[in-house]
């Protein structure tokens, strides 16, 4: 069973940053991925990026790279989501989300945090 908990949503102006965190209660966390999505008011909810715990491995929707970094601490074991140069299009709700390394859906979410871009 894995547990994740996101914290760091706000209110920012747009080129502001902020770094969400998303803390995870995972017992073997090397076998698995971490992944960061966003819904916006009225569309689906889409990939921003993911990393691989154990190699550290990472990638990025288009719309975010350049501008948002995700890393993890093994000491702290939680993820984190550096995003620089905020736009007003980034405004969403955040969700952290976990899969065994093999798979391809996500089995476990938070419960998002809200990241709002004022311009």
């Known amino acids: 069973q894995v547990q994740l908990v996101e914290f760091g949503g706000g209110l920012v102006q747009a080129g502001d940053s902020l770094r969400l965190s998303c803390a995870a209660s995972v017992r073997t966390r090397s076998s698995y991925i971490v992944g960061w999505f966003r819904q916006a008011p009225g569309k689906a909810r889409g990939f921003v990026a993911h990393?691989?715990?154990?190699?550290?491995?990472?990638s990025y929707a288009d719309s975010v790279k350049g501008r948002f970094t995700i890393s993890r601490d093994n000491a702290k074991n939680t993820v984190y989501l550096q995003m620089n140069s905020l736009k007003p299009g980034d405004t969403a709700v955040y969700y952290c989300a976990a899969r065994l390394t093999g798979q391809v859906s996500y089995s476990y979410w938070g419960q998002g945090t809200q990241v709002t871009v004022s311009s």
């Open positions: 990393i691989s715990w154990s190699a550290g491995t990472t």
